[in-house]
């Protein structure tokens, strides 16, 4: 997951540092690599789905948009 899909799920990137340094996500890093889903779920935060689904969708939209028998990888949400 990217700093793409908290701006698809609309979120405000000033809310949102405080919240990865309440638990323990290295902010600098989630720009720079991106985050696994399965560690956003382990927050059990109702906030993180919104989140999962743009990831979702934006790598659906992505597959769809990839030549056949292409793999898109580049942008694909991470876990």
Same mark, same amino acid.
């Given at each position: 997951? /990217? $700093?793409?899909? &908290?701006? =698809?799920? +609309?979120?405000? &990137?000033?809310? !949102? +540092?405080?919240?990865? +340094?309440?638990? #323990?996500?290295?902010?600098q =890093?989630? &720009? =720079?690599? #991106?985050i696994?889903a =399965? +560690?956003?779920?382990? /927050?059990?935060?109702?906030? !993180?789905?919104? !989140? $999962?689904?743009?990831?979702?969708?934006?790598?659906?939209?992505?597959? &769809?948009?990839?030549?056949? #028998?292409?793999?898109? /990888? /580049?942008g694909?949400?991470?876990?």
């Amino acid at each position: 997951m /990217t $700093i793409q899909d &908290l701006r =698809d799920a +609309r979120y405000c &990137l000033a809310g !949102v +540092r405080p919240w990865f +340094r309440r638990h #323990g996500f290295e902010w600098q =890093d989630f &720009l =720079d690599h #991106g985050i696994e889903a =399965d +560690r956003l779920r382990a /927050t059990e935060d109702a906030l !993180v789905l919104p !989140v $999962i689904r743009a990831a979702q969708a934006r790598a659906q939209a992505a597959a &769809l948009q990839a030549p056949a #028998g292409a793999v898109a /990888t /580049t942008g694909a949400p991470r876990g």
